[in-house]
């Protein structure tokens, strides 16, 4: 079964999104494993810990490479291989394609060391489906700021950066049109889920219009 990732600069939406393909996906009747990075095992959220802490400032690019790729093999080897192989959909919010853009594009890694890292991490376990949600860093810093929580590690690293993170997708989109879609992430959620959907059909993962209300209506419900 396929394996989808969903990417985006901070603020995006993507995390959203996720949950409504995940839930999407449920409805329809696959069985789905939905998995965040970092994180996503025991050992990846305690990396994933040290990584989002604003505490440790002094981490350097080569460093933060590292745990990124030691996250993200922990969670192939325990969860993504083995679901796979047993015919599930994975429904990944953030993958390898993160670490190009924000540790390589936006960051001081040479992007021929990233891609060996990641190729090292993840093996032969490449997305079937990457959607980018592509959004003006402003907006999304906008939209960063009606959250509570403070900003994290990664958040807190600028405008500029992440405007470096987002070209670095877009780069990657140009680079890998088989695998890579960039949606316009500025749209309403539902207008965004619908070009969800439509990209997922492209795989072979059909949503019926009820199935995706379904997963809406969950979202947009009050929680009680």
């Known amino acids: ?60 690019d080569t460093c933060e490479l590292l745990l990124y790729e030691a996250a993200r093999a922990q969670l192939v080897h325990e969860i993504v291989r083995p679901a796979l192989a047993a015919g599930k959909v994975v429904v990944c919010d953030r993958f390898f394609d993160s670490t190009s853009a924000y540790q390589a594009f936006a960051g001081t890694v040479a992007r021929e060391d990233a891609d060996v890292a990641n190729a090292l991490a993840v093996g032969d376990c490449v997305p079937d489906l990457t959607l980018v949600f592509d959004i003006d860093p402003a907006a999304a810093a906008s939209r960063r700021e009606q959250r509570d929580d403070a900003p994290d590690r990664m958040e807190a690293k600028g405008l500029e950066y992440q405007q470096r993170v987002a070209d670095g997708f877009r780069t990657i989109s140009r680079e890998h049109p088989e695998r890579v879609r960039l949606v316009d992430a500025t749209q309403p959620i539902d207008a965004v889920f619908a070009c969800v959907l439509a990209e997922l059909a492209g795989v072979g993962l059909a949503v019926s219009a009820d199935d995706a209300r379904s997963a809406l209506s969950a979202l947009m419900a009050p929680a009680e």
């Open 1 to 60: 079964m396929p394996f989808i990732t969903l990417e985006g600069i901070d603020g995006c939406g993507k995390s959203t999104q996720a949950r409504l393909v995940a839930a999407a996906l449920k409805h329809a009747g696959h069985e789905v494993v939905s998995l965040r990075e970092p994180g996503g095992v025991a050992i990846s959220e305690k990396i994933r810990a040290l990584l989002l802490d604003p505490e440790n400032k002094v981490m350097c």
